[in-house]
């Protein structure tokens, strides 16, 4: 597509339960982020792909966080046992190639909503 | 390490009036920097890179190393420029990962 999709738009999970996003990207663009926006707007880098393979995963809470970008299949950020903490939108973001200079395309982004 | 600070968290302006958003980065080498917009219920789009130097929507912003700056500017603000705006870099290893500045709230006021 020529957007970056993103579902669901709102998830609403339990504390402990397991919360799954799902993002495809651009078509033609390999390199895919996922960023964690909390409050006061900050946001976090989380893991990059480029294509099915990760190219960055600095940013992951890898105790509960796993992500993974499969051929013909949208891209999936997955929270196991969710915290109250892990509330927060998630962007996911495309860019055709890896330069610096390579501009990023944001998806709407997917409120989790840990209650 | 690669910062982006944005020291307003709000401005308004009335329609008219001359717009500068502040942006000040910290970074070792020559950075790669951009500004995002979100107006509202929309996401978040490109607005402008500075490798471009282009003009955007009348918004120009330029890279000042000296103090390690890149101000968004427009002389002449319209009530449809009202949204949240982001400065960003691009992280100096080879991951390309955007570090986003907390943003700023542009109101203009009619």
């Known amino acids: 597509g020529e957007e970056v999709a993103q579902t669901p738009k709102h998830l609403v999970r339990g504390e402990g339960q397991k919360a799954k996003l799902y993002c495809a990207p651009i078509?033609?663009?390999?390199?895919v982020f996922w960023y964690q926006q909390v409050l006061k707007n900050e946001f976090k880098f989380l893991i990059s792909?480029?294509?099915?393979?990760?190219?960055?995963e600095t940013g992951m809470p890898k105790e509960r966080f796993s992500a993974k970008c499969l051929p013909n299949s949208p891209c999936s950020l997955e929270i196991q046992a969710t915290k109250l903490e892990d509330s927060a939108v998630y962007f996911c973001?495309?860019?055709?190639?890896?330069?610096?200079?390579?501009?990023?395309?944001f998806g709407d982004g997917t409120r989790l909503s840990i209650l | 390490a690669q910062r982006v600070t944005q020291p307003e968290k709000l401005l308004s302006v009335f329609k008219g009036a001359p717009v500068e958003l502040k942006c000040n980065y910290s970074?070792?080498?020559?950075?790669?920097l951009f500004w995002y917009v979100q107006y509202s219920r929309q996401r978040l789009q490109l607005l402008l890179r500075?490798?471009s130097r282009e003009s955007i929507k009348g918004f120009t912003a330029d890279l000042n190393k000296g103090e390690t700056s890149f101000h968004l500017k427009k002389p002449f603000a319209q009530e449809e420029d009202s949204a949240m705006y982001y400065c960003?870099?691009?992280?100096?290893?080879?991951?390309?990962?955007?570090?986003f500045g907390t943003g700023t709230l542009l109101a203009v006021q009619p």
């Open positions: 973001a495309s860019s055709q190639s890896g330069g610096r200079a390579q501009p990023q395309h």
């Open positions: 078509k033609g663009h390999s390199y």
């Open positions: 792909f480029q294509n099915e393979n990760v190219f960055d």
């Open positions: 970074y070792s080498g020559s950075p790669e």
């Open positions: 500075h490798i």
């Open positions: 960003a870099l691009t992280d100096g290893g080879a991951t390309n990962k955007l570090i």
